[in-house]
């Protein structure tokens, strides 16, 4: 049964707008796939908001190695919420002006990435433990922008520092406009299971709207996830990789429309070619093909008998073997779609 959010908590949709969170669907940001190619590729499925890939203040603003891309890339993107992380409040500033500059539609702060590249550089999650250091980040880069300044955390460092609440209401005290929570701490990474209702801890901590994350797999757990937090919208990562029409089903599922259906094997396999024709288009033959590894991998997930086809799509250097191998195992898995019911499809959500 569909969830409706209390009103007296609800931000109004007029809040919504101006962060970019209308539809109360947003991808998340994720290193190494939330990249111009993919963002486009899920705006042309249809709804939902996209962010940029994590950039490093530092780099964003020296335009160095690739930084340089990810930010032309936003420079023609409309809407664009830009991810940026750092670890002194003056250069985060300074990254925040240049992307507004430059067209970003809202700024948010990364206090949730929980890889180890970027805690030992006192980065990411590593933020929270230093709550002083937060608040400094939150008015410094508040007052060096105009646009909507938002903010993605954790629940806390590990078990014994639950401190996402505090900081939710030091952001408030701030100016910020929005808040993310990812329901686990730093220390579990991607494991056991995203606590929803500690999210609502933070719910209840903070008047600014929320968007839960976390385990998002279905419409079930974005109604489950709304349930157990409060929160006003929900933010997909993973699960959007594997099923990247999740993110438009979501929007009007939680709108309370009827989401179109899960596509079959020839919708799947139009929209991967698509994908990989972006990819290899923006990225360059050998480097685009290095990066579509990852979504071919997802996009075969579920799907029986996927895996000798992964593996020969995945070793190849020449673009057009990829393709082949891709047509022809969404060839067989169409006939053997035809030729089973609905029920018992592999290629069932």
Not at 319 to 324: D, E, I, N
Not at 328 to 335: E, G, P, T, W
């Given at each position: 049964m569909k969830t409706e959010l209390d009103p007296s908590n609800a931000p109004h949709r007029d809040t919504l707008h101006a962060l970019g969170w209308q539809d109360r669907v947003l991808l998340a940001p994720m290193s190494g796939v939330t990249d111009r190619p993919f963002r486009d590729y899920i705006r042309n499925l249809g709804q939902g908001q996209v962010v940029t890939e994590m950039i490093a203040s530092e780099a964003a603003i020296r335009q160095v190695k690739d930084s340089r891309k990810l930010n032309q890339a936003i420079d023609d993107e409309p809407g664009i919420i830009v991810q940026l992380a750092g670890t002194e409040p003056d250069l985060i500033a300074e990254a925040a002006r240049i992307m507004e500059g430059r067209g970003a539609h809202t700024i948010d702060l990364n206090f949730g990435c929980p890889a180890r590249k970027v805690v030992t550089k006192a980065s990411g999650s590593a933020l929270m433990r230093h709550e002083s250091l937060c608040a400094d980040i939150f008015e410094t880069v508040r007052a060096a922008i105009s646009v909507p300044l938002t903010v993605k955390m954790r629940l806390g460092w590990d078990d014994q520092s639950f401190n996402a609440p505090k900081l939710a209401k030091m952001a408030e005290e701030s100016g910020l406009n929005g808040i993310t929570v990812h329901g686990r701490t730093r220390c579990q990474f991607y494991k056991g299971q995203a606590d929803w209702a500690k999210v609502g801890d933070v719910r209840r901590a903070t008047s600014l709207p929320l968007l839960v994350n976390g385990d998002i797999c279905s419409l079930a757990d974005a109604d489950e996830a709304l349930r157990h937090s409060g929160a006003a919208g929900v933010m997909i990562g993973r699960a959007a990789q594997d099923q990247p029409w999740l993110l438009d089903q979501a929007v009007d599922h939680l709108a309370g429309r009827k989401p179109r259906p899960t596509p079959g094997a020839t919708e799947r396999e139009a929209g991967l070619f698509d994908l990989l024709e972006r990819m290899l288009a923006y990225h360059g033959t050998a480097h685009g093909l290095r990066q579509a590894r990852k979504h071919v991998s997802s996009a075969l997930v579920g799907i029986d008998d996927a895996g000798a086809f992964r593996k020969a799509a995945n070793t190849t250097?020449?673009?057009?073997?990829?393709?082949?191998?891709?047509?022809?195992?969404?060839?067989?898995?169409?006939?053997?779609?035809?030729?089973?019911?609905?029920?018992?499809m592999a290629l069932a959500a």
């Open positions: 250097d020449d673009p057009s073997v990829m393709f082949a191998v891709i047509k022809d195992f969404f060839a067989q898995a169409a006939a053997c779609e035809q030729a089973t019911p609905k029920s018992d």
